[in-house]
């Protein structure tokens, strides 16, 4: 089994970096990345466990990319290092959460809730700071049931606490993710909001500022949506690659480590055929990570 695309407790998944390797490791998988929203902070802890299990580990990030509809997240796979273009890249990511949050804050006590960022920001050992941990700590102030509850109340587009934030240029995350000799995937390309009128138009350009891969199946993606995004990919040279979006058991249903939909399995196929050629000489062993 393997999984090209999951989250620890340094973004918003709920396991630890370390645990979250541990996890995979009881999941029996024999190859799995790490790819946590705008921060790289868990990929050393992360390492060392997969090292220790011989897990075949890969390095990774996830970025939020400015788009005008829906979402646009970007992973970079097979981090060798952690560039200077890496570094501005998270650190104006990082920048821009924070000013997100504060307006949140702002938007929580406008409507009489007595709360602070530095309140939520304690309850959490993340870097990056989002939506899903102020949902998570209106859950322990008991102010609703769950996550989901949350976004539903006050989170989501369109609600009362919602505000929108800024993502990084796509030529700049390229660029980021390139210069720290990974390789850029398109993640679940159904999220962009395009219709499948424009697909092509809009892949082919996505293509050509850089982007090598397209994450084709995701368990957000409908079956028939998975191939026809194969078919695209194959159709624009550009490789496929597959991933659970893990964040860890519960958080997101039908979300489970080394899954898509319908709890198929992920092919390995997606590693050796795909992602592992377009590595290239990349050493799972001795990455900046493991130093």
């Known amino acids: 089994m393997i999984d090209l695309h999951s989250h620890s407790s340094a973004s918003d998944g709920i396991l630890s970096p370390s645990d979250s390797a541990l996890y995979a490791y009881s999941k029996n998988l024999k190859v799995w990345a790490l790819t946590d929203h705008d921060t790289v902070d868990g990929l050393y802890d992360a390492a060392r466990v997969c090292l220790e299990k011989q897990i075949t580990f890969i390095p990774g990030i996830e970025i939020n990319i400015a788009w005008p509809t829906g979402e646009f997240h970007l992973l970079g796979l097979g981090l060798r290092e952690k560039s200077r273009e890496l570094s501005e890249t998270i650190e104006y990511l990082t920048e821009d959460r924070h000013a997100r949050n504060m307006q949140i804050i702002q938007k929580m006590n406008a409507d009489g809730y007595n709360f602070t960022l530095e309140q939520v920001e304690s309850c959490f050992t993340a870097s990056q700071i989002g939506r899903p941990h102020f949902a998570d700590f209106l859950v322990m102030e008991k102010i609703v049931k769950n996550r989901q509850e949350a976004f539903d109340r006050f989170f989501a587009k369109g609600k009362a606490w919602y505000v929108s934030h800024n993502g990084e240029e796509l030529e700049t995350a390229v660029q980021a993710i390139k210069s720290a000799g990974g390789v850029p995937v398109l ?105």
């Open 187 to 291: 993640a679940h390309p159904m999220s962009l909001y395009v219709s499948w009128g424009k697909m092509d138009e809009v892949l082919t350009s996505i293509r050509d500022k850089g982007v090598i891969g397209l994450e084709a199946y995701h368990p957000g993606a409908r079956n028939s949506e998975c191939l026809r995004l194969e078919e695209t990919a194959r159709r624009l040279g550009m490789i496929v690659t597959a991933g659970s979006d893990f964040h860890g058991e519960g958080v997101r249903a039908g979300r489970h480590l080394g899954k898509l939909a319908h709890g198929k399995k992920i092919d390995e196929r997606f590693w050796l055929d795909e992602l592992k050629p377009a590595l290239g000489d990349f050493d799972f062993t001795k990455t900046e990570w493991v130093r």
